[in-house]
């Protein structure tokens, strides 16, 4: 039977209906008809089409490919081989705090019960070794004692009973010492706490975000059998337990984490034993200017005994949090171990991981009033309990972890002994007094090394090391939107901005990141991540006005004391990635006689003249001043290489330009990628007999008649604007009030209070410029210039000016400096 033709109709059963033709239509003589065809339906039909030849999306659309960060720098060329594969950067991120992807092909209950069969499933590592008996019987602490007891003996003279309960009472010491000191590390209660963590911290946390890629090589590395020391940057106290909960994710053996005896807090202390914290002090002599040799060499063995079994350690490289929201100039005590034990081929070798925490929001509360100057809170036990029931009842964003590529510390060694490390400090000029170098480095004049006659070289080693590691870990911070919103209000818009405006620069400030190759903590539309980031920094920090006319939200940041501090802290986590370009354009403008006023004036200016050698030189000494504040380079480059490079980027994005009379009149009539190239040639045009002196007596211009130009060097000017003026309020008050040495204390507390005066006058540009971190830091960098002077008398810490001719002359110099670079 043949089927029914198209072209019949079903009216009714099965049959086929007849087909009636239908009349057609008269057709209009002398009239030609044409088609028509909607445009819509067009590009509908080219689009099908399309989709018809290829897929209209492919799986790599829908991807976020990001730079892998935290690669090993390029002076350990093996280490930077080691563990990297082309196919790491597709792995992307994972959320730790979701298993159910890992659970995916497992069974039905397996499934059902993802959090507690991921954690059945973790391996048990049971073998943590109680060293703490080994110690007390080691060379290094019986040295200890019979140093500390001589002290002693020599007043007990001839009275052997009285004698040998003095030795009883310190050997008793010791043992009260280690016991109070070690750690108790239970793996079933680390697998216990972190199937707790997985239900508890997502009741808070929108995502705990780590890179595959990252984790695949910290875990290769933990196979090559050989101690790992992971060194955290510290930003809250999570920071404790969240690596130990990462690595237990990856099957990594969990390391010992040294803690400060300000979270010895009952109960809690406890559970941080089980979880392989031990606590020292947070001052390692209890009285001021004598070295506790007993408790230094307790801790030295301590640590090496674990050392020596193949333990891992963690602790926080700048010692305590920070609480400006950057990094902190790291000390070296606890490093100096690692690299001591090495040295004496105590261990073989170990692998150095740097690591870095994004939080979106701030945990632990603000700092503003440790800015402010007051004193820091003490930690207790139902402070302790408060805090987690505040934070159980918070919403805290996400947090992103980053773990740098391991890297070699023999390689290291190797490394840092053909290429002696040299501070950023300025060079002892004739006629001056060399301080010792407890007191021009005083982070590092409590390390725990030997006294032997390679003291000093090693200091400088761990030096480089510690300064190797905080750049590393800092330029593998990924900032989160609150961290970029924040930077963009402190830095473009504190008069405010539009919303629209401010979604665009988001956009802007991520593609500038990316020129840098850095990543990002989000992704998605810049208008719903705003929406986002002002739901979690709330109405104190960003204020909000709807603006009928142009039917946009505007925000506004809340400068005020003390919640600028507050939103600084998210800012400044940005800053450190354009602190050394920032320092660049503030030296053009100060050479070029420009202020920040003049460059956002609608009037154009005339392009001015710098001297290439002088714009250099006067970076250099900014980047000196402030050298407490940011480490620019790492330790293997130098400086002044560094900002020639980035003077050369200034040409080629036209912030600056080569001057050449026998060019301009091309240049003027020649398109943008021709101006471009043309002054590209004009700097690399260099013959091969001219020396490096054609650099320094190169005259460049500055761009300032396109208004993009001046908005992005005042936009740069604005990101280190902050440090330089405290650095100038503090040079200031020094000058004014230091006239003879007075105690510390009350000098930091009445130039705290000058600072905050100048604020509430309306004398500063900026408002968080008399925070009280900056300011210490400020006093540092002074005393480490030698300008100033600070030594122990008895409990007190005394300052003075130092008492070298050119001293105050000098610092007048600093002080103009800044004063003209924040005008």
């Known amino acids: 039977m043949s089927m029914p033709s198209t072209k019949m109709r079903m009216l009714g059963g099965n049959g086929p209906q007849p087909q009636f033709k239908k009349a057609q239509p008269q057709r209009r003589l002398l009239r030609k008809r044409t088609t028509q065809v909607d445009l819509e339906k067009q590009i509908d039909i080219q689009t099908i089409c399309a989709f018809k030849m290829a897929p209209s999306f492919q799986p790599d659309h829908f991807m976020t490919k990001r730079p892998l960060m935290g690669a090993c720098c390029a002076c350990m060329l093996l280490s930077k081989s080691d563990f990297v594969r082309p196919e790491l950067r597709e792995l992307g991120m994972r959320n730790i705090l979701d298993v159910r992807t890992e659970m995916a092909n497992t069974g039905y209950m397996s499934r059902w019960f993802a959090d507690e069969a991921y954690a059945l499933r973790r391996p048990l590592f049971y073998t943590y070794p109680d060293v703490s008996m080994s110690v007390l019987r080691s060379p290094r602490v019986l040295n200890a004692i019979e140093q500390t007891a001589s002290q002693e003996i020599q007043i007990l003279q001839g009275d ?74 510290h930003r809250s106290h999570l920071d404790y337990i969240l690596v130990t909960y990462i690595l237990w994710h990856y099957d990594i053996r969990a390391p010992y984490v040294a803690a400060g005896d300000n979270m010895d807090i009952p109960f809690f202390n406890v559970l941080m034993r089980w979880l392989g914290g031990f606590f020292i002090r947070r001052r390692l002599d209890t009285k001021a200017g004598q070295k506790d040799f007993l408790y230094r060499a307790i801790l030295h063995e301590y640590m090496t005994k674990l050392l020596s079994n193949g333990e891992g350690l963690e602790f926080f490289i700048e010692g305590g949090r920070t609480r400006s929201g950057k990094a902190v100039i790291p000390k070296g005590g606890l490093l100096s171990v690692v690299v001591e034990a090495c040295n004496e081929e105590e261990i073989s070798d170990a692998y150095i991981v740097p690591i870095t925490f994004s939080y979106e929001k701030i945990i632990d509360g603000n700092y503003s009033r440790e800015q402010m100057g007051q004193g820091k809170v003490k930690e207790t036990f139902f402070g302790a309990v408060n805090a987690i029931f505040r934070v159980f009842f918070n919403s805290y964003g996400s947090v992103r972890i980053d773990f740098a590529q391991p890297f070699s510390l023999k390689e290291f060694l190797l490394q840092a002994k053909s290429n002696p490390y040299q501070p950023l400090t300025a060079p002892t000029t004739p006629g001056r007094l060399q301080l010792d170098y407890g007191t021009s480095y005083p982070n590092f004049s409590q390390t725990l090394l030997s006294t032997n006659g390679d003291a000093e070289k090693t200091r400088m080693m761990v030096k480089a090391l510690a300064d190797h590691t905080v750049y590393t870990s800092d330029h593998s911070t990924a900032p989160m939107a609150t961290h970029l919103v924040a930077f963009l209000l402190l830095t473009k818009y504190r008069q405010g901005v539009y919303t629209r405006e401010l979604s665009k620069a988001i956009q802007w400030l991520v593609r500038e990141l990316q020129a840098l190759q850095r990543d990002v903590g989000f992704c998605g539309r810049s208008e719903d991540v705003l929406l986002y980031v002002q739901t979690l920094l709330g109405d104190r920090l960003i204020t909000k006005k709807w603006n009928e006319e142009d039917n946009d939200l505007k925000l506004f940041p809340n400068l005020t004391l003390p919640a600028v501090f507050e939103l600084s802290y998210y800012g400044n986590l940005v800053t450190t990635h354009f602190a050394l370009e920032s320092i ?153 009030e230091l006239i003879a040495e007075q105690p510390e204390e009350e000098f930091m507390s009445s130039l705290g209070q000058f600072a905050r005066k100048r604020v509430e006058d309306g004398l500063t540009l900026f408002s968080e410029s008399c925070a009280m971190m900056t300011l210490k830091s400020a006093m540092k960098s002074f005393q480490d210039l030698e300008l100033v002077y600070c030594y122990n008398n008895a409990n007190l810490t005394m300052i003075g000016m130092s008492m070298q001719m050119d001293s105050k002359n000098t610092l007048e110099h600093y002080s103009t400096l800044l004063e003209s670079a924040v005008s």
């Open 160 to 233: 052997e009973a009285a004698m040998q309960r003095h030795l009883s009472v310190i050997q008793k010491h010791c043992i009260y010492t280690i016991n109070k000191m070690k750690a108790s590390v239970s793996s079933v209660f680390i697998k216990i706490t972190a199937w707790f963590l997985t239900k508890f911290l997502s009741k808070f946390l929108r995502s705990v975000q780590v890179c595959r890629a990252q984790m695949l090589m910290v875990k290769q590395a933990s196979e090559k059998g050989v101690p790992m020391i992971y060194l955290p940057l």
């Open 584 to 736: 660049l354009a503030v030296a053009v403008l100060l050479e070029a006689d420009i202020s920040l006023f003049n460059l956002l004036t609608a009037a154009p200016l005339r392009d001015a003249k710098v001297s290439r050698e002088k714009v250099i030189e006067v970076a250099e000494e900014i980047c000196m001043i402030v050298h407490n504040e940011f480490i620019f380079i790492p330790p293997c480059e130098n400086l002044n290489s560094a900002l020639v490079a980035m003077l050369e980027s200034f040409i080629t994005k036209e912030i600056l330009s080569v001057e050449d009379d026998t060019k301009v009149s091309d240049l003027l009539f020649a398109g943008k990628d021709r101006r471009w190239a043309d002054r590209l040639a004009l700097v690399l045009d260099v013959d091969e007999e001219e020396n490096d002196g054609y650099y320094s007596e190169q005259t460049l211009l500055v761009n300032l008649n396109s208004q993009d130009i001046r908005e992005r060097l005042h936009f740069l000017a604005s990101v280190i604007g902050p440090f330089l003026e405290s650095y100038q309020t503090a040079a200031k008050f020094t000058l004014q």
